[in-house]
């Protein structure tokens, strides 16, 4: 687990951007290029000042101003009968464009058709509810706030809906640490044993993919259960990852032929 360090200013410091490839972008087509789309986008004009409309992959996409979330979203359920929302979250370009793309999926049951409406705000701006138009916004609201700290203006419980109210960071920003960070190591340390047992107990394993078959403190072990600290003992029943007259998993799998692969350094 890394050593603390401060987290000041950690956004402009962002060491992703040049770590991972980015796609090549998919094409933009023209909205003419479908009567249905081409009809709610003159509609959404004659009422918004859209910034882009376009299809990509057989949707309509269009790009608004954050401020006029709420009337463009309830002018697609009211005027353009796009009954549900299936989707919504947000992307972090903080590093690129200092802020978030915030975006809606929608769909038409009755035209079917899926639409996305997209936005952007600065790091720090808030955005307004939709959950007044579409229940399912509000559980989707509080997930983006959970897990980007964004803001959700008149949203009517507006809390975090997977991790702790006391967490700290938020997981889906880009600059997070992607085993956690110093507190997430010592978190369920210290909540269900205080921080005096830090010492005794050692910090949170948050390698998902570690397993030690000997382990009897950090509950990674295969095979018999036995107490907290106690030294591990053979089974009389061998570790087995076949049952007896069961579908076959794996052809004849020998458990004493296998090998333990060092923890990653």
Known sequence: MRKYTPKDNVQKQSYYKDRFRTPDR????PVEGDEVFAKDV????AAFDLKEAYIQRGQLVVVVDAAKNLEVIKFFKEK??????SEMSAIDFIAKCGGFEIFYQLLSMSKRKRARVKCFIKEGENIESVS?????ANWAEREMYDMFGIRVNNHPMLKRILLPD?????????????????????YEVDKIYGKEARDIIGPEL??????????????ARLGKEVGY?????????????QEENRPLL????????TKLADRER
């Open 26 to 29: 998919l094409p933009k087509d």
């Open 80 to 85: 353009l009968a796009y009954n549900q929302l």
């Open 206 to 219: 948050r390698d998902a993919a570690y397993v030690d078959r000997y382990d009897t403190t950090r509950f």
């Open 166 to 186: 006391d967490w700290v960071g938020h997981p889906l920003r880009k600059t997070y640490p992607l085993q956690g960070d110093e507190f997430a190591s010592w």
């Open 250 to 257: 794996i052809d004849k799998f020998d458990p004493s032929k």
């Open 42 to 45: 003159e509609a959404l004009k």
């Open 132 to 136: 007044s138009v579409y229940s399912s």
């Open 229 to 241: 600290g106690e030294e591990y003992k053979e089974s009389d029943r061998p570790i087995a990852y």
